[in-house]
């Protein structure tokens, strides 16, 4: 099992990572929430990681903190739930506001997140209702994950990287091409777009 990376970011272009560590090179998936969170590349960043073992791929997803992690690992229990659609749901939500939804029963925000029905989302809260009491995580307000304060990233102006990161985390191609040309201002980063994105879309 890996449990942690600590090396030199590489390359990143949302939502994945090349990290190095001792001259190996790990790729990794991150929740946009915490890819926002990491340094630029050439500085050190920590990961905390869940390693995933298929048939076909072995499988690396990311996270800046233990609690994101414990949370990710909590969602992939829930029944329907798999590591890409946890991933969606801890990028369009921080495992803070996760933990608002479900102590609301707001069905709502979650079926707003792609690949979230509400039969899945209803399930989602049930079932998680008892679990996240083992976070000891207190709740913040919505929808302020993607409009709060983030380290830079992708300095480029092009619209492209924001819908490209739109679609690998399970929105259609129309939906994310809508919602990025919506937003987009002239010379915005990748990170506000895909931000700004997330919000109009929750």
């Known amino acids: 099992m890996i449990g942690r990376l600590l090396g030199t970011v590489v390359d990143k272009q949302a ?5 190095d560590v ?3 090179g790990y790729e990794v998936q991150l929740p946009l929430t915490s890819f926002y969170e990491l340094p630029e590349v050439g500085q050190t960043a920590t990961v905390f990681t869940h390693f995933v073992v298929r048939e076909d791929a072995q499988l690396l997803y990311g996270f800046n903190s233990k609690q994101e992690r414990a949370l990710f690992r909590l969602l992939i229990k829930a029944n329907g739930v798999g590591p890409k659609l946890a991933l969606t749901i801890l990028s369009g939500l921080t495992a803070e506001q996760f933990v608002q939804c479900v102590e609301h ?5 979650l079926v707003k997140l792609p690949g979230v029905g509400k039969k899945t989302a209803e399930r989602l809260l049930i079932e998680m209702r008892d679990r996240i009491k083992e976070l000891n995580m207190a709740p913040s307000a919505l929808p302020a994950n993607v409009a709060g304060t983030a380290s830079p990233l992708i300095k ?3 619209m492209d990287d924001a819908v490209s990161a739109l ?3 399970g929105y259609s191609p129309q939906q994310a091409q809508k ?3 919506a937003v987009y201002s002239d010379g915005d980063d990748s990170e506000v777009v895909i931000r700004n994105a997330l919000k109009s879309m929750l």
């Open 156 to 158: 480029s102006n092009g």
């Open 22 to 24: 001792n001259g190996v």
């Open 15 to 19: 939502p994945d990572l090349l990290i």
């Open 105 to 109: 029963d707001d069905v709502t925000t």
């Open 167 to 169: 679609v690998s985390l």
């Open 179 to 181: 919602s990025v040309k």
